[in-house]
């Protein structure tokens, strides 16, 4: 994959962020290929995950054949400015009637043999030369759709890769619990078995602990999809299922809190791939509609030329006079009416390409500062969300370690710890998913402003 230097410098500005925070991987392609038959899982991680989306990616791929289609034709526009050249010998006769110049009708036998060869151009300069300049416009628009895709794509890779990274918490948070309701379901049977304890208790520890068991069965399922998606995104085997390397989430942070919405909104609308795309198109149609108008007051030139031999004659007569030969042409014209000058239905429709390009414009325009809004919006909810979480896990601990640390440890302490526990996997599950969110939304604000160079690494 061709990486354009501001990609190449945004995607080690990434990998320069995410050093301290996740461990490094060798080789990612090499790493997950090391896969084996029965489908061990491989294990990756944030760094690996970017690189290879960043060159695996097939919607990557087929952009980059758009760009290399819009380069192909700015050169056929280009190609209109050359003449075509022609050669090989040629040999026509003509028998029976045919007319003189001066008006009479005589029955001719004649040959003609010609070899050589020319070049012959009608060149419509006008059209030329804006089509040239509108496809031109095109490509720059075609480089920066591939932009676009590179960064959704980046987008996509993250989300999926802290999807599977909450989905994998989520297990062993699940895993834990259930452990421990384990523990605590064993000891409220003994009890009830002992008769020393209400067998309705015991019933509801079982189905707690069942509960915990349905909770890691969910977590391990979404894990699994989790992986698929990531690596589809990633342009790998889905059946190799992949397993994030790192054990705890941890908050990052690409922007600075103190920066304003406002300056948020300029940076996308300065650098937004999606915008500076918009802004080629509407000067390509721009452009074409200039042609149409101003174009055929241009004239066509039209060149020929033939040079080698030419031989021929009446009957047998001459015909063995062969002899060089050489023809010469040039001139210009212009065309009227349709397809040149006041071919009001072409102006027309240029005129609607126009106004339709500048109405798509302004309507990117208003989704991008929509999106910046919202992500912008959520970043700063899911970092307020991210300290109460944080609190309250806090107390939910100490409310469980002083219910485990009672002197009098009966069933009714016991149940007891068995809420606490229930109460602290919800909030760790939610804490978990809360920081993946949080993540996401990081990567989610990069994309709307439009920019990796915005990376905070302090």
Known sequence: MRITDHRFIAFYALALCFAPLLPCC??????????????????????????????????????????????????????????????????????????????????????????????LSEIQIGEAIYNSLATHQLVKAAKHATDAQWQDTIYQAAVAFFDLAAAKAAVDVADESLHIASGYSSQVERAANSGISFKGDMYQAVTQEQKFQLILEQARAHQRIAAAWLSQILNLDPAIELVPDQTNLTPISFFDEKETLGSLVGKALAFRPELLKANAQVQAARTTKSGAVYGPAIPTLGMATFWGGLGGGVGNAGANNFNNSTDYFVGIS??????????????????????????????YRNEVIRQVVDAHTRMLSLGSQ?????KALIAANKFLVVTCERKEFGVAEVMEAIDAERTITQIRLDYVNILAAYNKSQFELCRAVGSYFYVNQK
């Open 26 to 119: 060798a080789s990612a392609s090499e790493e997950v290929e090391r896969a084996s038959a029965d489908g061990a899982p491989q294990h990756i991680n944030l760094t690996a995950s970017l690189r290879l989306a960043g060159v695996n990616n097939l919607d990557i791929k087929i952009v980059e054949q758009r760009l290399i289609e819009a380069r192909a034709n700015h050169l056929i526009a280009l190609e209109k400015f050359v003449p075509s050249l022609s050669g090989g010998p040629g040999f026509a006769q003509h028998d029976g009637n045919i007319q003189e110049v001066h008006g009479p009708i005589v029955d001719v036998d004649k040959q003609q043999t010609r070899v050589g060869g020319g070049f």
């Open 334 to 363: 212009w065309k009227i009416g349709p397809g040149g000058l006041f071919d009001k239905g072409r102006i027309d429709k240029a005129s609607a390409q126009v106004k339709e390009s500048e109405l798509e414009n302004k309507k």
């Open 386 to 390: 991210i300290s109460t979480a944080q």
